[in-house]
């Protein structure tokens, strides 16, 4: 069956492509990829995980794929391209068989999109980029500038943009929480975030995305797919974390004096390290160390029944005396920066505290 693209030439340094759209449907059944285990192929392995992400995104009623996918196609496989002098629209015509376009980049949208086509009824127009007869030395550059020269969106701004969106999701509550304890002179972090990226002040050591990261984790152990199914109003299912049914029952309010309550504890009975950075406490690896914690601390409280800053302090009392007892402090030499120091740290406080009750 005969297909056409509709495309307007586009003259760069590189040379003439072409740029059209073509309906999703269309592309995910007449294109391939040759990785680098193929010979002479250009593509990075396929991430099952970027695959079914992308297939997840699909469900959301705002899913928009605005750049586009860049195909080579050797011009042997077209079957006829009909250039306009009087417009500037061309036509390019092909037969709808496997293994027309090459993409050399955006493998992940296509092979999402593909997979979302096969699980539900998903369809969309995709914007394409065609280069014609390009040698493997001519893909290999295009694939390397594109994906070399592509500066990463700082995460802080990312999730200070949730701040626009008018439905609810995890990442929102959490950088409304983020916002509120960077700007609050009663918050144990004020102007202790770095908003945006920017430092503050002095004491602006952990950053906005940094602080959602760590809170999020007690709400969503997917933010994403729980957006996407509030923006289609299903109900969320139930997860064994300590604030999702705080989040669900729209209770952030609470979610936020919690937290305030727990690193209130921490700022108020480990005052001279949160307040020096030669300490730990107020970087990433304390920050995680105590929110990988948290959820331990809670429960007590939950079956004590009290929550507020007098049993958070009570609790890290208790870990003060052994710390002290131990010779142990918040310093890098002891507790190292990354996963493994943010885990040796969150044992460490469980550790004291249940020594303590001994």
């Not at 995709?126 to 700082?154: C, H, R």
């Not at 918040?330 to 550790?351: R, T, Y």
Request: proline share 2%.
């Amino acid at each position: 069956m005969e297909k056409k693209i509709d495309v307007i030439e586009i003259t760069q340094p590189i040379g003439t492509f072409y740029v059209g759209k073509m309906n999703s449907k269309d592309l995910v059944n007449c294109f391939y990829v040759r990785s680098r285990n193929d010979e002479d192929g250009i593509q990075r392995l396929t991430s099952i995980r970027r695959v079914n992400e992308i297939e997840s995104y699909c469900k959301d009623p705002d899913a928009a794929f605005p750049t586009p996918i860049i195909l080579s196609v050797d011009s042997s496989k077209i079957k006829k391209f009909d250039y306009s002098e009087n417009s500037i629209i061309s036509t390019v015509s092909y037969e709808n068989s496997k293994e027309i376009f090459e993409i050399i980049d955006g493998q992940h949208r296509v092979k999402g999109i593909k997979q979302a086509q096969n699980s539900f009824d998903f369809e969309c127009e995709l914007l394409v980029v065609l280069m014609f007869d390009l040698t493997e030395e001519e893909k290999a550059y295009i694939f390397s500038t594109i994906n070399s020269n592509q500066a990463k969106v700082n995460k802080s701004l990312i999730y200070d943009l949730f701040e626009l969106s008018t439905e609810r999701s995890p990442l929102k509550t959490c950088h409304y929480i983020a916002r509120i304890m960077n700007s609050k002179e009663y918050s144990p972090f004020y102007q202790r975030l770095k908003m945006l990226g920017k430092k503050e002040s002095e004491f602006s050591t952990l950053s906005q995305g940094t602080f959602v990261n760590g809170l999020v984790k007690l709400i969503s152990s997917n933010p994403q797919r729980d957006m996407i199914r509030i923006k289609n109003g299903e109900k969320l299912p139930n997860e064994d974390l300590v604030f999702r049914s705080l989040f669900v029952n729209e209770q952030d309010d609470i979610i936020l004096k919690i937290i305030k309550n727990y690193f209130g504890a921490v700022k108020e009975i480990f005052n001279d390290e949160w307040n020096s950075s030669k300490y730990i406490l107020t970087k990433t690896t304390g920050y995680f160390g105590l929110i990988d914690s948290f959820s331990y601390f809670y429960n007590i409280g939950i079956k004590e029944g009290k929550l507020n800053q007098e049993f958070f302090e009570e609790i890290f009392k208790k870990i003060k005396i052994e710390f002290n007892k131990n010779g142990i402090q918040f310093m890098s030499n002891e507790f190292s920066s990354g996963v493994i120091g943010q885990k040796k740290l969150k044992d460490a406080l469980i550790k004291a505290y249940e020594n303590q009750k001994i």
